[in-house]
């Protein structure tokens, strides 16, 4: 018998999404409706369009993670929904839908930061983490890096100043012709390109900070492009040099802060951990310094609510972020869940 069963909403972007996790980590159920479809003929993510699709789905889907785990109102112990950061319309249907549940059926409410639930989901189904880490989240709107001595604990290492890592990989597929979202199917052209691809330029600070920066990146395949009609076979090889420069950027960071900051662990989350040469570098660079590596598989690294049930049935054991007075916001970073 589980102790705690908790529902979790995931609603900040363009995935709608509800799950069911038993006792902080055990999926019983995950579902996820993409709005791909919707967005696809934009090129991106168009907000409001978003908020309608999230309104109209997230009923549907607590029904099916219901039935899918054969579970009633009546089993649920508390409630949990990202409420920041990401699109605010986005979120607030998320947050809105939550709180008329957690009203109707008298259940706590825990607010989730999406950032922290991406790098929770390494817990799902799996044992814990142990600490001190270092947490990396790489997704559609951020890229950063955290020293963590434990849940709810981040001191910020470095971030990207621009673009996010997937925004890069999205942008790059659209002026390459290659349709949304870009991340997989730029992955997927680069497999059919010869096996070590030439790089780009890697990006320097001047001040020798580790942040991420992709807009050189970007500009460097633009050049590459402009005015040319490319063959097939010349956009895999772009598409390959392009990831093999932006993976390497993540791999220097990596090693650069496994070997100053000595964690235990490497957690990894968000969408662009998806990708397959991303995981073979963090394997290899987490070997190298004996550090246990910990990347959830590819559906819980893309937005998903286990991790957002998962992270909230922690939140609602110790009492943080637990409240109906949870509001939406735009912008949230992982530093401030300590204040
Ligand atoms: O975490 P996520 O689902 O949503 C945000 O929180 O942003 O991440 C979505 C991002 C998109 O930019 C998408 O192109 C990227 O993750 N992505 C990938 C791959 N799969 C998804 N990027 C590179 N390679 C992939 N296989
Ligand atoms: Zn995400």
Known sequence: MAESIV????????????ALVADGRLVLSSQVASQNDLHQRY?????????????EVLPILVGQALRSAGLGFKDLTGLAVTSEPGLI????????????????????????????AHLYASELDREPVEFPAVGMVVSGGHTEMHAMSGWGNYRLLCATRDDAMGEAFDKVA???????????????????????????PMTRFKDRSLDFSFSGLKTAV??????????????????????ATAVEEVRVRVRGLLMSVKPKSLVVGGGVACNGPLRQALLEEAAAFKVVLRIPPPVYCADNAAMVAGLGARMLETGRGVGLSASARPSGSLEALRL
């Open 89 to 116: 319309g986005a979120l607030l249907t998320g947050v809105s839908f939550a709180k008329g549940l957690a009203l109707r059926l008298a259940l706590p409410l825990a607010a989730v930061n999406h950032l922290e």
């Open 174 to 200: 659209k002026l390459l012709g290659l349709g949304y979202p870009g991340g997989p199917i730029l992955e997927q052209q680069a497999r059919s390109a010869p096996a070590s691809p030439e790089r780009f």
């Open 7 to 18: 529902m979790g909403f995931e609603s900040s972007c363009d995935e709608t999404a509800v």
């Open 43 to 55: 090129g991106g993510v168009v907000p409001e369009v978003a908020s309608r699709r999230h309104l």
């Open 222 to 243: 633009l050049n590459s492009v402009k005015g040319r009609v490319l063959r097939e076979a010349e956009v895999a090889s772009l598409c390959a040099k392009f990831q």
